[in-house]
């Protein structure tokens, strides 16, 4: 019997060692899976987090944007209203969403009102800026979704941050 016991407890703590090795391979394995996974770090959705900056909103929900005043500096108009989670603007850094078409209007707004399909309402480049942001709908960029940048713009964006932006959006031109 005196036997037994001491044998009987060298399995247990062998079956625990074993357990314990295994759980460890199995999330080792996994990680190293996962690591190499590409779908792991496609951004897929406009509410992705983006990197660690302090104003970087989490989702573009109305709820999460504050109000731009146009005393703010304009990568920080940027930032804070959602625009970079969606776009690439040359200039800022932190802007290289893909869910909107990169924003080059200094080349890109005439082209726009150039265009036949195009039925809104501005006149000028500066107008068709400022029409894009506060009422997407009047014109999708080809390969773009509708209903995707939000419509509420005009109610977080002062005229003073809204005139920031088309100024610093009409001077950046496609780079061939
Ligand atoms: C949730 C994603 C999203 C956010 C946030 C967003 N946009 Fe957009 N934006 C889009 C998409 C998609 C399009 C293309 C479809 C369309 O034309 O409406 C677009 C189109 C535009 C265009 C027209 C571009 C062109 O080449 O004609 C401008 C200008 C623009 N956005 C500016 C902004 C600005 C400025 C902000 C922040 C104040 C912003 N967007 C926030 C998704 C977004």
Known sequence: ?????????????????????????????????????????????????????????????QANVPLATGKEPIDKIF?????????????????KGREGPKLELGTNALKRLADPNYHGKAQTDWEYVQESILNPGAYVVDGYSDHVMPRWYGQKLSAGALDKIITYLLKIEEVP
């Open 1 to 61: 019997m005196a036997g037994k016991k001491p044998s009987f407890q060298l399995n247990t703590e062998t079956f625990v060692i074993m357990s314990v090795m295994c759980i460890v391979l199995v999330w080792t394995v996994n990680r190293i899976l996962s690591a190499h996974d590409p779908k792991a770090d496609v951004e897929d959705t406009p509410r992705v987090e983006q990197a660690a900056n302090g104003d970087q909103v989490k989702e573009v929900e």
């Open 79 to 95: 930032i804070q209203s959602g625009c970079t989670v969606c776009h690439t603007i040359p200039g800022i850094r932190a802007a």
